[in-house]
């Protein structure tokens, strides 16, 4: 039943003893106090000759070389976050923005830092991270490689490219947010109400973007000075930014791939009086599109079908919401204007930037593998060449109240 | 300097030693009342409440005398039963039969059906056992000329009357707890259960003070091995006293080395019929309120009476609130310092920020700050049991509030921290089963320095650990952890969440009861 009360005993001394030996052998090997990291909430990468380090300490290379690149952490302030600062005086900046000259390898840069942070930089918590326009034209792969295989950086963070400066973008003071990095990410979170930038790129997307080696679009940053603008986005092929696109583009490749959340579409109305011009205006609740290939004799050609329902939400004339054949012809507007923005936006890929942003060339690998086998090689042009129909339907499901 | 005389230890001859020094035990009572109360005199010797009352019966004259310990006796029973009839009604009994003079045993039993209006009246011709029924608060009756006593059962004495239970304070169920005397405690169970399948088996524990042990459990329910097992480890109980029932449960609990209570403690009657129903077993000991219910399993501490009283939703609400509460009770502190100190990146980013800015400036790493505020709460914990209680409400309001906030405001302590501990000291509360949350509040410790060396690694190690020691650990031959382990799943319906009433037809198999059906199964009723 019970061992005698001295082998127990012994027993405990040796757990005991093995717990002591084993408490002391061990190293805390990874502990790193909350108070010693230095959190990271932002990165921004951008040509040296662009952004001079703010604050500079001089000869900071020393024989490493030219500087080629400034890497710039936002850094947070734990002390000044909440929302009184103790002991009075002047509530400071909740974070600060430290820039590091690297002659080409951003984890050098990384560490680099530490020389100047007594809090070395912890990365775990980044949110975005921003790539100024000359960095982005030079190519992105062999400075954002250190953070593809960084174990610290999570595969989440959001990736902005800016015809700015990327410091400029992480120096902006936000009105609304304490933290700017905080601000930035949340922009993209509104992609519910507007398509007029990308959906979101994280790190892990981009990654396999530039891996794969096709073209993508990265959202379009605009700073100013309290405030910045998400809007459009920059447009790349392989690793290279080629382009920008505005909102009006931005929600055109949306509507061709089908990732609309939110955002509208106007059109003139049905009923306006000539000369007097009415406005109707659609918000997408649902969106769906399917990309069919055909190939006919060598021809590669692109059927777009978009379907999508939503609310009609402004109606400037006072023709009434509930006659079925006014409605009718509302959804014919609205389809046009969806088939027109598409339109235009695949045009301009095709002719400016021979970049296929829509993932065309997934479709035709799925449905004629052989020809793709073809054209894979060059695929820009074959791209640029192919002949594109766009046809949209439209449902609007409510027209809100109408007297 | 004078040394003392070695006492020599070897024992006398039994012949050697004088009568009345021998012990009791070898005695028998003797014809002689004169011999028989030197004797007991002299056992008695110095005992200035045991009383000896001699006098003569009725018109016979007979020599008699009675002895009992003054403060346990029911004076009126003693007085109007017992004096009063062998002294003035004895010619109604008629002790002289007539014609021929009753003598000896004949005359005894004469007394006993005509002349004593006592309920409780036994013959007995041992001393030690007249000795031990005067001690316990019984009358021992001797008459000259026959070498037998009578046992008188007078029982009465001060004590608490019957009130509600103090540590286990429910919205809804009986307001009867029990007392500090076996009898009312006893007569309480039977009060809630009219059946002769109520067995109350008596012992005594305790060599030198002797107290009272029933062993109340329900004859046909009950499983045989582990009753049978219960009082085998009773009676290897060998212990000059025991004074509460936690010596019992301390002297016959099956691992005494685990932080878990292995037998489950309550002041309540209804709690104790519920477990009897179940087929398990109440110890109940002279002189504590406390009752002990073996086997306790682990799922038991989580119940409360009142999950059965309230409807079954709420029931099951609050369980399975209890059940989170201890959770957190256990590993809130580690899990916080863990993720402090090691881990940041598992905390969302605006909840880390708010962190670390509550941390800023607080000069201690987490591990030294948690252990010094869980220790300051134990303390304030332990300082208001132990005044008296008006000054004890005071000593939360201080301690909570005012030193919590000074802390914070001193720097010592991070806002985030205190949280932690408050919510964790407010979970543990929750546990119906003072034991067990005192249990969770000590593996708190050891965990908590465990994540400040290897992190949540090293929690999880510790979570291992205890669960390794439960899933071994048994008590009176029952898994404690039944019926999560082994698995049953009849069990389940009144685990986590307790199942509708009429759900639940049968009782847990984990005692193993003889019969386990509760309820016949319902049939449709009208409504």
Redesign the interface.
């Known amino acids: 039943m019970?061992r005698p009360a001295k082998v127990?005993a012994r027993w405990?001394l040796m757990i005991c003893m093995t717990a002591l030996a084993l408490?002391m052998t061990?190293g805390?090997w990874?502990?790193?106090?909350?108070?010693e990291?230095g959190?990271v909430?932002g990165i921004g990468l951008d040509e040296a000759e662009k952004a001079p380090p703010i604050p500079g300490v001089e000869g900071e290379l020393d024989a490493r070389g030219e500087p080629v690149l400034n890497v710039t952490f936002q850094m947070?302030d734990?002390?000044?976050?909440?929302g009184e600062k103790?002991g009075g005086g002047e509530k400071g900046s909740p974070y600060w923005n430290l820039t590091v000259e690297s002659a080409g390898s951003v984890f050098e840069a990384i560490r680099e830092a530490s020389t100047r942070a007594n809090r070395s930089p912890?990365l775990?918590?980044v949110?975005v991270l921003v790539i100024g326009e000359d960095l982005a034209r030079q190519g992105l792969n062999k400075v954002l490689d250190a953070l593809f295989r960084e174990n610290?950086i999570?595969k989440r963070v959001l990736v902005y490219v800016t015809p700015a400066t990327a410091q400029e973008v992480l120096a902006v003071k936000p009105r609304q947010e304490g933290?700017n990095a905080?601000y930035l990410a949340s922009l993209q979170e509104n992609s519910k109400k507007t398509s007029h930038f990308p959906p979101r790129v994280d790190l892990g997307k981009l990654s396999r973007n530039i891996h794969e080696g096709g073209s993508y679009l990265l959202p379009r940053i605009i700073p100013a000075k309290e405030e910045v603008k998400l809007i459009g986005a920059g447009v790349f092929k392989e690793d290279k930014l080629i382009g920008w696109l505005g909102g009006f583009e931005s929600q055109g490749v949306r509507l061709v791939t089908g990732q609309v959340k939110g955002g509208s579409v106007e059109a003139v109305s049905t009923r306006s009086v000539p000369g007097k011009k009415s406005l109707d205006v659609y918000e997408f609740m649902e969106l769906q599109s399917t990309v069919k290939p055909q190939v006919q004799g060598g021809q590669i050609a692109f059927t777009v079908q978009i379907q999508t329902e939503g609310r009609l939400v402004e109606h400037q004339n006072p023709a009434d919401t509930l006659d079925e054949q006014h409605l009718k012809d509302m959804e014919k507007e609205f389809a046009r204007a969806i088939e027109k923005q598409a339109r235009l936006t695949i045009e301009k890929m095709q002719r400016d930037f021979q970049a296929d942003v829509f993932n065309f060339g997934r479709a035709l690998e799925e449905r004629y593998p052989q020809v793709w086998e073809q054209v894979k090689n060059n695929w820009s042009e074959v791209f640029a060449a192919a002949q594109v129909e766009v046809k949209a339907q439209v449902n609007i499901r409510r027209v809100g109240i109408s007297r | 300097m004078r040394y003392p005389k070695k006492i020599s230890r070897k024992p006398a001859r039994f012949e050697d030693i004088k009568q009345e020094e021998r012990p009791l035990k070898q005695l028998k009572v003797s014809s002689s009342l004169e011999e028989n109360l030197r004797i007991l005199k002299a056992s008695f010797k110095n005992c200035n409440d045991v009383i000896f009352r001699e006098f003569e019966i009725g018109l016979g004259r007979i020599p008699a005398a009675v002895i009992y310990v003054d403060g346990l006796v029911n004076r009126l029973i003693l007085d109007n039963q017992i004096l009063k009839s062998l002294m003035l009604q004895a010619p109604v009994f008629d002790l002289n039969g007539g014609e021929e003079h009753v003598v000896g045993a004949c005359l005894l039993s004469r007394i006993k059906e005509r002349g004593l209006t006592a309920g409780e009246v036994k013959e007995s011709e041992e001393l030690q056992e007249l000795a031990n029924a005067i001690l316990s608060g019984d009358v021992a009756f001797f008459v000259d000329g026959i070498a037998l006593a009578l046992i008188i059962g007078a029982r009465g004495w001060a004590s608490r009357n019957v009130g509600e239970p103090e540590t286990e304070s429910l919205v809804r169920g009986p307001r009867e707890g029990f007392t500090e005397t076996l009898r009312i405690n006893t007569a309480l169970l039977r009060r809630r259960m009219k059946s002769p399948d109520l067995k109350m088996e008596a012992l005594q524990i305790g060599t030198r003070t002797k107290n009272d042990v029933v062993l109340a459990y329900v004859d046909g329910l009950v499983n045989q091995e582990v009753l049978q097992e219960t009082k085998r480890r009773l009676q290897t109980i060998e212990i000059d006293g025991v004074l509460e029932s936690g010596y019992i449960e301390q002297l016959i609990e099956?691992s005494f080395?685990s932080p878990f209570p292995q037998m489950q403690y309550t002041e309540r009657p209804d709690k104790v019929i519920a477990a009897l129903l179940e087929g398990r077993i109440a110890i109940i000991l002279d002189g504590t309120p406390f009752v002990l219910i073996v086997p306790a399993t682990f799922p038991q501490f989580f119940q409360s009476p009142e999950d059965y009283y309230e409807r079954w939703i709420i029931g099951s609400f609050t369980r399975a609130l209890r059940i989170v509460a201890s959770y957190i009770a256990t590993f809130m502190p580690a899990i916080y310092i863990a993720a402090?100190?090691?881990h940041?990146?598992l905390i969302p980013?605006?909840l880390?920020?708010?962190?670390?800015?509550?941390?800023?400036?607080?000069p201690f790493?987490?591990i030294v700050e948690a252990v010094m505020m869980e220790l300051s709460f134990e303390l304030f914990r332990e300082a208001g049991a132990r005044l008296p209680k008006p000054i004890g409400q005071t000593i939360g309001i201080v301690g909570g509030i005012i030193i919590g906030d000074a802390a914070v405001s001193a720097?010592l302590a991070s806002p985030i921290m205190i949280i932690v501990v408050s919510v964790t000291a407010i979970a543990s509360f929750t546990i119906p089963a003072y034991n067990l949350a005192i249990g969770f509040r000590l593996i708190r410790f050891p965990l908590m320095?465990a994540a400040?060396?290897?992190?949540l690694y090293g929690v999880m190690l510790g979570f291992i650990i205890i669960n390794i020691h439960m899933v071994t650990m048994k008590t009176f031959g029952v898994s404690y952890l039944s019926p999560i382990v082994p698995y049953q799943t009849r069990d389940w319906k009144d685990l986590i969440l307790r199942g509708p009433l009429r759900a639940l037809l049968t009782r847990p198999v984990i005692t193993g009861p003889q019969d386990s059906t509760r309820q016949a199964n319902r049939k449709e009723k009208g409504w």
């Open positions: 019970s127990t405990l408490l061990t805390c990874d502990r790193w106090e909350l108070e990291r959190m909430l947070v734990p002390g000044q976050v909440a103790k912890y775990e918590h949110q610290e999570r933290v905080v | 099956d080395l402090v100190s090691y940041p990146g980013t605006k880390l920020l708010a962190i670390a800015a509550s941390r800023e400036g607080v790493p987490p720097n320095v400040a060396v290897l992190g």
